[in-house]
């Protein structure tokens, strides 16, 4: 919810839904998928624990993972 975008015509404006979102955790599943491949192979089960768990805040995200947004799970 609430995230900033470019409006049309200019400037930003708040959008919500899953085609704002979407990207947003694509782009989590990413960074976790780099940090699981460091240790060696990792299943999808093993990603999905990872962004979940990150999504549920049971471990802090830093600034360079979220810069200024949130990953909440509903």
Do not use: C, N, Y
């Given at each position: 919810?609430?995230?900033?975008?470019?409006?049309?015509?200019?400037?930003?404006s708040?959008?919500?839904?899953?085609?704002?979102?979407?990207?947003?955790?694509?782009?989590?599943?990413?960074?976790?998928?780099?940090?699981?491949?460091?240790?060696?192979?990792?299943?999808?089960?093993?990603?999905?624990?990872?962004?979940?768990?990150?999504?549920?805040?049971?471990?802090?995200?830093?600034?360079?993972?979220?810069?200024r947004?949130?990953?909440?799970?509903?």
């Amino acid at each position: 919810m609430d995230i900033v975008s470019a409006a049309l015509g200019g400037g930003l404006s708040l959008k919500s839904g899953t085609s704002m979102a979407t990207p947003h955790v694509a782009g989590l599943a990413a960074v976790e998928a780099q940090k699981l491949a460091q240790g060696g192979a990792f299943t999808a089960a093993d990603l999905r624990v990872a962004v979940l768990a990150k999504a549920l805040g049971i471990s802090a995200l830093s600034r360079l993972d979220v810069g200024r947004g949130k990953i909440m799970h509903a």
